[in-house]
């Protein structure tokens, strides 16, 4: 990560719920928000799709206000039904509809747009750019 922030990237960590190495060690995961990644949680994660400790590192990075986007990695229909209303009902009960809204729907359509990721930590982060306008990741 510290090579590709000092190439002038801001990377987003895909699915930080779901490696082993960061779900059992929170300090790291801190650290990495300290060192300015966003992290992409899976709506199956939310919803128990890949285990019980998976599903509680997801619910944790959620409640935590570290991930800036809940989305799926879907790959086809079959093998991982669409979660996206679960996932998105168990943000609106915990979390309230504006942060629902903002992680499923803001947010992504805020980093197809290059626009910065909004925080509910009351700041913004540009998504897949540096600060100081490097390259996009």
Same mark, same amino acid.
């Given at each position: 990560m510290f090579e590709l922030r000092t190439a002038g990237f801001r990377p987003i960590?895909?699915?930080?719920?779901?490696? +082993?190495? &960061?779900t059992g060690d929170e300090?790291?995961?801190r650290r990495m928000r300290e060192q300015d990644l966003l992290f992409q949680v899976d709506f199956g994660s939310l919803t128990g799709r890949f285990g019980q400790r998976t599903q509680e590192a997801? +619910?944790? &990075?959620?409640e935590r206000d570290w991930a800036?986007?809940?989305v799926s990695d879907g790959y086809d229909l079959e093998k991982r039904p669409d979660t996206f209303q679960a996932s998105r009902q168990w943000v609106e009960e915990n979390r309230g509809a504006e942060d629902a809204q903002l992680l499923f729907?803001?947010?992504?359509?805020?980093?197809?747009?290059?626009?910065?990721?909004?925080?509910?930590e009351g700041r913004t982060r540009r998504a897949g750019a540096a600060p100081s306008g490097g390259r996009a990741g």
């Amino acid at each position: 990560m510290f090579e590709l922030r000092t190439a002038g990237f801001r990377p987003i960590l895909g699915h930080p719920e779901r490696q +082993r190495q &960061l779900t059992g060690d929170e300090g790291k995961l801190r650290r990495m928000r300290e060192q300015d990644l966003l992290f992409q949680v899976d709506f199956g994660s939310l919803t128990g799709r890949f285990g019980q400790r998976t599903q509680e590192a997801a +619910r944790m &990075l959620a409640e935590r206000d570290w991930a800036e986007f809940v989305v799926s990695d879907g790959y086809d229909l079959e093998k991982r039904p669409d979660t996206f209303q679960a996932s998105r009902q168990w943000v609106e009960e915990n979390r309230g509809a504006e942060d629902a809204q903002l992680l499923f729907l803001d947010n992504p359509w805020r980093l197809v747009r290059g626009e910065p990721a909004a925080l509910r930590e009351g700041r913004t982060r540009r998504a897949g750019a540096a600060p100081s306008g490097g390259r996009a990741g």
